[in-house]
């Protein structure tokens, strides 16, 4: 009997980076920029594939590479679907009256 295996996929992002700039007014009421402060928010952690079973190392070998493909592929077409929306809330459509 083998031992049990397993695969987690975490999937880690952020949200956008906020930059504020630090300003103070000099003598005659004008304003001196210092240096930018940026702010980021807590990472963002969420569970993206798991699987356990009881492999030999050949085929062990060959599910991690299958997940890896599919997780892959499916984060590309989720990419290239997030770039088609964002191009259409940036470019709408024309309301036709």
Not at 4 to 19: E, L, N, V
Not at 36 to 48: I, K, L, S, W
Not at 69 to 76: E, G
Request: overall charge positive; hydrophobic content about 35%; charged content about 25%.
């Amino acid at each position: 009997m083998n031992d049990p295996s397993g695969m987690i996929i975490w999937g880690i992002f952020s949200g956008d980076t906020k930059a504020q700039a630090n300003r103070m007014l000099d003598v005659n009421g004008r304003p001196i920029y210092m240096d930018r402060t940026y702010e980021e928010g807590a990472p963002h952690v969420m569970c993206v594939n798991a699987w356990d079973e009881r492999l030999e190392l050949h085929k062990l070998v060959q599910k991690v590479a299958k997940t890896l493909r599919h997780i892959q592929s499916r984060f590309a077409a989720d990419r290239e679907q997030g770039i088609r929306y964002l191009g259409r809330a940036r470019n709408p459509p024309p309301v036709l009256k």
